[in-house]
């Protein structure tokens, strides 16, 4: 067995198969844990700007991922026209590093700030070290190789749906530079760390929201401050 058979066709499945194993049974065994302990009561300013441009521009660069392998054709013909190819060119790698100047910025805050030093794990460390190689190996791909957008769906949508339909084939991974190989090999590193991390909110968070019953916020100065109440 050769390099790339193990890492592009027989890793993507262990990393499925821990991320599913994995999350499902922290979510019965230790319910509790299945989250991203917040630390915003420990700083503030830094995480606003961090959090912000590192979540809005990883969350559309991603979007954008599956739209290349789930509705193919639309990049296709949106890429017909050089413009528009040089427009979405551009959007990819502007969207790249504002997220990483996000992510930049949330290293810079965990490393520096004393009180959100105490409270990280090395997981915490390690999730935020394989995004930066993700990000970067990314922008590094969009602007060395470029018109990643134009030959995505030649090489990856293929490549993906072999994954998801039982039949992978990374024929055409194979002769592709160490850099774009990099950048698909770390996102299944992240898929293994999903589980074993805080990165598992990204599932929970939406859920909880769509799932948890209506709350309802009232103001209530005036209870507090009637004789019978014990607050
Ligand atoms: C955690 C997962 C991933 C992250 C954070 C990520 C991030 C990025 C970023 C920041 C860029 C540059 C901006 C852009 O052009 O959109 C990029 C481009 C690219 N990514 Fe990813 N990526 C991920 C997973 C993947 C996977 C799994 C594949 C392939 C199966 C892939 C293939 C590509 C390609 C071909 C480009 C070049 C696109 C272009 O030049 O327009 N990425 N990625």
Do not use: C
Request: charged share 10%.
């Amino acid at each position: 067995m050769d390099w790339n058979t193990l890492f592009f066709v027989i890793l993507p499945y262990i990393a499925l198969a821990l991320a599913i194993v994995v999350t499902i049974y922290r979510s019965i065994y230790r319910p509790f844990s299945i989250s991203a302990l917040s630390s915003q009561l420990l700083e503030r300013r830094q995480l606003f700007w961090g959090s912000i441009s590192f979540h809005w521009g990883i969350t559309i660069i991603l979007l954008g991922h599956l739209v290349a392998i789930f509705i193919p054709q639309s990049i296709v013909l949106w890429n017909a026209q050089p413009l528009r190819l040089y427009l979405l060119e551009l959007t990819g790698i502007a969207l790249g590093i504002w997220a990483t100047t996000g992510l930049l910025i949330l290293i810079w805050r965990r490393v520096t700030v004393g009180r959100v030093r105490v409270v990280s794990t090395p997981m915490d460390y390690v999730v935020l070290a394989l995004l930066l190689v993700s990000l970067v190996t990314g922008l590094i791909t969009a602007t060395v190789y470029r018109w990643g957008s134009y030959w995505f769906t030649g090489i990856f949508t293929p490549y993906i749906w072999g994954i998801l339909t039982f039949r992978p084939d990374a024929a055409a991974i194979a002769p592709l530079p160490f850099t774009i190989k990099l950048h698909v090999f770390n996102f299944y590193l992240l898929a293994v760390a999903f589980a074993f991390s805080r990165l598992v909110h990204i599932i929970t968070w939406p859920l909880g929201y769509l799932l948890r019953p209506w709350q309802v916020v009232i103001a209530n100065r005036r209870a507090a401050a009637r004789p019978d109440n014990p607050a």
